[in-house]
């Protein structure tokens, strides 16, 4: 466990103050009031290292300055990002940061094919996120459009949600806890790798340190091969993170959450939950239909309302790299390749067959 002194703050914040003034301007709207608490996330993510810490922080002001992030709630541009993803490989592809994405029934689609939301609080507080990694298809529109909406719903996350959290439990609170529901994980998930890895990237250079605990639920058979041998190449920090919870996670989210906060489908008895659960329950927090996707969109509009229309910025180049290579990562992502294929020319398993596993042992759970 990474343990930052008030001497690293110390430091962290010299440097902060040598920084020129747009860069001051940057971190006073980045933290919101909070510049220690700030400054300790990114020291976290740096495993306490000072130098590497301010990169990453200055890189990550950069980012929001350039592509106008503080506006991403509001109004409409392009930019051209460049994620450097790999030791040798630059990737491209434009960020279209506007204010929702329009048609609704457009957005609709977006939504329903990568599938977040939020489904209360914990008792200490935070935001429950739930993440719907095994049914989310990447399918209805170009990668942009889901980097646009996660970036979007990170930033209301950060200046809506949390605030609004730390007023109600009165008390500071900067993080959350994320709920992965991994119903429907196939073998051809493989081919959604790129499109998450960019997402990632997102958060982990720019949003370290803002989720606790991930909490893994209903886990097929395609899972558990890849954890096994995905698990030893995580960080200690990263482990400690990540927990794997029997079934749909209900007995062992109770101990953190009200009945109300667990997400729709943690709250059946069997695993494998979500596909059942989105169709007859109406607290699905997946669905546009939601109170908080209905907060986010309402909240997109009325700040876009308030903006006076103007022709679209010219489009800007720019890129944005890892403070260090990224080779961890890029073996998580081969050896995830890699166990799939043993699964698939090994075992002979195809997508239907994990399918009749995990149903089986679905059936088997609930009958328990």
């Known amino acids: 466990m990474v343990i930052i002194t008030q001497d690293q703050i110390k430091q962290f914040q010299n440097l902060m103050e040598a920084s020129d ?3 001051k301007i940057a971190f006073e709207n980045f933290h919101q009031g909070y510049p220690a608490e700030t400054m300790i996330r990114f020291l976290k993510a740096r495993d ?14 950069i980012w929001r300055t350039e592509n106008e992030i503080l506006k991403i709630l509001s109004v409409s541009y392009v930019h051209r990002v460049y994620f450097f993803v790999t030791l040798f490989t630059w990737l491209t592809f434009c960020l279209c940061l506007q204010k929702p994405i329009v048609p609704s029934e457009f957005y609709r689609s977006v939504r329903d094919s990568q599938l977040i939301g939020m489904s209360g609080y914990t008792k ?25 909406s996660h970036i979007q719903i990170n930033e209301f996350r950060d200046r809506v949600i949390l605030p609004s959290a730390t007023k109600k439990f009165e008390r500071h609170i900067s993080t959350c806890v994320k709920v992965l529901d991994m119903t429907g994980l196939k073998l051809s998930h493989l081919n959604q790798i790129k499109a998450r890895s960019f997402i990632a990237s997102i958060d982990d250079l720019n949003y ?13 058979y395609v899972f558990s091969a890849c954890w096994k041998v995905v698990k030893p190449l995580l960080q200690e920090r990263t482990r400690k993170k990540i927990q794997v919870l029997s079934g749909c996670g209900k007995d062992d989210l109770l101990k953190i959450m009200d009945y109300e906060s667990l997400p729709h489908f943690c709250r059946r008895q069997g695993s494998g939950s979500s596909r059942y659960s989105r169709n007859s329950s109406g607290d699905d927090c997946f669905s546009l239909d939601h109170e908080f996707h209905q907060q986010l969109y309402n909240y997109i509009n009325q700040q876009a309302a308030g903006i006076k229309p103007r022709a679209p910025i010219k489009q800007a180049s720019f890129h944005v790299d890892f403070p260090e290579p990224n080779l961890t990562g890029c073996k998580i992502v081969q050896t995830i390749k890699t166990e799939v294929h043993k699964l698939e020319n090994q075992n002979g398993f195809t997508d239907e067959q994990i399918d009749l596993k995990t149903n089986a042992n679905d059936q088997k759970e609930t009958n328990a």
Do not use: F
């Not at 935001?127 to 990668?143: E, F, Q, R």
């Open 21 to 23: 003034q747009s860069l």
């Open 48 to 61: 306490g290292n000072i130098s590497k810490a301010h990169n990453m922080l200055v890189d990550c002001l």
């Open 124 to 148: 200490d507080g935070r935001p429950v996120i739930a993440v719907g990694v095994g049914l989310s298809t990447y399918d209805k529109a170009s990668i942009h459009y889901y980097v646009q």
């Open 208 to 220: 370290p340190e803002k989720t606790d605990t991930y909490y893994i639920v209903n886990a097929p």
